[in-house]
């Protein structure tokens, strides 16, 4: 059993820089693929990085990329996920996911373990 916890969500102002974390408990953290998805009001959860085991491989949904960077620090089990030059389209409550088995996907039905999410408000 894996508990993920994210912090650090809030409103800043459009082009401000935000970062959210994402802990996790247990004591087999580097032995899961992890993710970022959000979910604005109304729309569906959508993919918005995912990182390797090792924190060797990334990937950035085409959206995001150049602004979003996702990171990992093993030994603090925790994944972060960096946003600058954020716009008003960002917001939503961001939540990080881990994999057990298999890689870092883009596909939401392959992730185990879901945090409860943080709100994060771009104002225009």
């Known amino acids: 059993q894996v508990q993920l916890v994210e912090s650090g969500g809030g409103l800043v102002q459009a082009g401000d820089s935000l970062s959210v974390s994402c802990a996790a408990s247990?004591?087999?953290?580097?032995?899961?693929?992890m993710g970022w998805f959000r979910q604005a009001p109304g729309k569906e959860r959508e993919f918005v990085a995912a990182?390797?085991?090792?924190?060797?491989?990334?990937d950035i949904a085409d959206s995001v990329k150049g602004r979003f960077t996702i990171s990992r620090d093993n030994a603090k089990k925790s994944v972060y996920l960096q946003m600058n030059s954020l716009k008003p389209e960002d917001t939503a409550v961001y939540y990080c996911?881990?994999?057990?088995?298999?890689?870092?996907?883009?596909?939401?039905?392959?992730?185990?373990?879901w945090g409860q999410g943080t709100q994060v408000t771009v104002s225009s």
């Open positions: 990182i390797s085991r090792s924190g060797g491989s990334t």
């Open positions: 996911a881990a994999v057990v088995t298999g890689w870092a996907t883009r596909d939401l039905r392959q992730y185990d373990y």
């Open positions: 247990g004591r087999t953290f580097s032995s899961y693929a």
